[in-house]
């Protein structure tokens, strides 16, 4: 049954101009095909530009039966207006590990949800989520019951709780990875079952998995603690095909940038002068790596992928803390372990999340993101927590991060100080 | 040194039906205070248990998330600004 549009949506519709699929042309299609509540949407926000405020109410129910997370809550503020969203609930679904999926399952997906809910969609939400978009309250079990019968999938996180881990697509189909970033991410998901699917925390907790330093779910600004593969021996070098890339005969950054003609290779251009530590040279024409010195930063990896890859002897780099700017501005992760073995069962680290959590469930202010527990006390007491050591790596430059200092039992043999025998050499 | 889980469940409910009485939606950290004794885990897995019993209630607004006692209303949007 078609629908009609009952409101006009002048400011959204300057949205379909530009040369991008837009977003109101899906809604508004899906709502002149039977949805009503597409079209109810658009009209309110509509009048939220006009307005300049949302018209969507702050929250409320929080899930299905023996859940803390996963459904958000949103009510219209001018229902009378908009009568068809007037209750318009988003879900937020587990997405499978990498986001691999088969057309079977998509369909089945959206069948549910057309049958259930707007037919909105929104692949994916920045935790990395499948996320539903708008359902009214009696129609949350029963999307629950068929996610978890007929789709054996589950609910996301949300509010103060373990968000759904996410991990890029890792040595599915990526060369350079480090770890097996699926399986990570799974593992953490079914261990910490209770903490995805009931509040625990202070606020939300994000973990991403990385296979290499590229980083290509870019963990390292948006997860408190961040998993990226790393290598621990040198480099692989193919010095044959080293030669092909300064010959021409292989595409540097495999024809990423084959749009435009750079001119001839120059290694000691492209590859050499731009590696950040500067452990790169040619000796005749042999490629020679300092790898002691090498950081890991993937350039050269990723210029001449055919010569040059990880190494072999393979673990994770964990930071923590990153952040959006609500309080103090964005904040990438820091340093906290420069190389840790990501085996199952993951014991060790483990370990460390249990320490990390702990700290922050007892210290952390409401709505404190680990991020800025950190921030607010210091890496120093961080450490002590983790019961990690300091080392170079986690001061990005000297002044700009607080002194470590020592305390007496650090420091073999330690030290004794006497305020008075000070007092007789120095006036206070 | 582990709390009584049941002993618990009854202070954090006392603890919050009082405190509803003037503010009716709480943090996790608020309901420590039920048993200084319990450490922040165990007061976290008595207060979602008494949600399964349906004898407290989350509100969430999506970024984060309180506790209610049912029948203690105030608008949700008062319980998220009264603690800005
Ligand atoms: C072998 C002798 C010395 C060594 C190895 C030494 C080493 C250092 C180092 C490593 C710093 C810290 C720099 C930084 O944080 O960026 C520093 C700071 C400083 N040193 Fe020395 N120093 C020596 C002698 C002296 C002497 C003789 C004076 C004064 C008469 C002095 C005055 C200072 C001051 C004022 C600072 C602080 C600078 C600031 O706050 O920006 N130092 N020194
Ligand atoms: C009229 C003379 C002086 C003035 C106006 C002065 C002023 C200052 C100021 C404003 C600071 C920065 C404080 C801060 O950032 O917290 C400072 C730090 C410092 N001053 Fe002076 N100062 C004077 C004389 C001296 C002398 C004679 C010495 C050494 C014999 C000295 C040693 C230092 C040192 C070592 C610091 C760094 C302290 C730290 O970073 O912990 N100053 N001074
Ligand atoms: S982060 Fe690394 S391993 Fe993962 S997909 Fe990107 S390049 Fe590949
Ligand atoms: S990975 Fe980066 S730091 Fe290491 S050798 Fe290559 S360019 Fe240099």
Do not use: F, L, Q, R
């Given at each position: 049954m078609a629908d009609v549009k009952k409101h006009d949506t002048p400011m959204c519709d300057e949205l379909k101009k530009g040369p991008w699929p837009s977003f109101v042309d899906d809604v508004e299609q899906r709502g002149l095909h039977g949805k009503q509540e597409c079209l109810d949407m658009l009209g309110q926000l509509e009048l939220s530009y006009k307005h300049?405020?949302?018209h969507w109410k702050h929250g409320g129910i929080v899930g299905v039966f023996g859940y803390g997370g996963g459904v958000i809550g949103r009510y219209s503020d001018v229902p009378e207006l908009f009568p068809s969203v007037a209750h318009f609930h988003t879900i937020r679904v587990n997405q499978p590990a990498s986001k691999f999926y088969s057309s079977a399952f998509l369909r089945k997906l959206c069948e549910i949800w057309d049958h259930r809910g707007s037919g909105m969609t929104n692949f994916h939400g920045s935790t990395g989520d499948m996320v539903l978009l708008g359902t009214k309250s009696d129609q949350l079990e029963p999307v629950f019951f068929d996610l978890t019968h007929q789709m054996g999938c589950d609910l996301g996180g949300s509010g103060s709780n373990l968000r759904t881990p996410s991990c890029c697509i890792g040595k599915a189909r990526c060369e350079w990875s480090c770890l097996d970033t699926q399986a990570i991410c799974y593992d953490l998901t079914q261990t910490f079952q209770d903490e995805l699917h009931r509040p625990a925390f202070p606020y939300k907790f994000k973990f991403k998995v990385s296979g290499c330093p590229n980083d290509c779910v870019a963990a390292i600004a948006r997860s408190c603690c961040s998993i990226i593969g790393t290598w621990k021996d040198d480099i692989r070098i193919d010095q044959s095909a080293v030669k092909a890339y300064m010959g021409g005969e292989i595409k540097p950054n495999a024809g990423a940038h084959g749009d435009r003609d750079w001119g001839k290779f120059d290694i000691q251009k492209e590859v050499i002068d731009l590696c950040p530590t500067k452990c790169m040279w040619m000796d005749g024409d042999t490629l020679k790596i300092d790898n002691r010195e090498c950081t890991r930063c993937m350039h050269c990896i990723n210029v001449m992928p055919a010569a040059l890859r990880p190494g072999t002897d393979v673990g994770a780099t964990i930071l923590v803390g990153a952040k959006a700017p609500i309080l103090e501005g964005a904040q990438m992760s820091t340093l906290a372990i420069p190389f840790i073995r990501m085996e199952p069962p993951y014991d060790e680290f483990k370990e460390f999340v249990d320490k990390i959590w702990g700290w922050w469930m007892e210290e952390g202010k409401n709505r404190e993101r680990f991020g800025e527990l950190i921030q607010r006390f210091s890496i120093q007491k961080f450490l002590k927590v983790a019961e990690l050591k300091p080392i170079p790596q986690m001061v990005k430059e000297p002044r700009s991060n607080p002194y470590v200092f020592w305390s007496a039992e650090e420091v073999e043999g330690g030290w004794k100080r006497d305020i008075a025998e000070f007092r007789k050499r120095h006036a206070a | 040194m582990a709390v009584d889980k049941e002993e618990l469940k009854k202070k954090v409910l006392e603890f919050a039906t009082k405190k509803a009485a003037h503010k009716s939606k709480m943090y996790i950290k608020d309901l420590?205070?039920?048993?200084?004794?319990?450490?922040p885990r165990e007061v976290k897995n008595a207060a979602n248990e008494l949600v399964r019993e349906g004898k407290l209630e989350f509100f969430s607004s999506g970024s984060t998330t309180m506790y209610g006692v049912p029948g203690f209303g105030k608008t949700l949007e008062g319980a998220f600004e009264e603690e800005k």
């Open positions: 300049k405020e949302t | 420590y205070a039920a048993d200084p004794n319990a450490s």
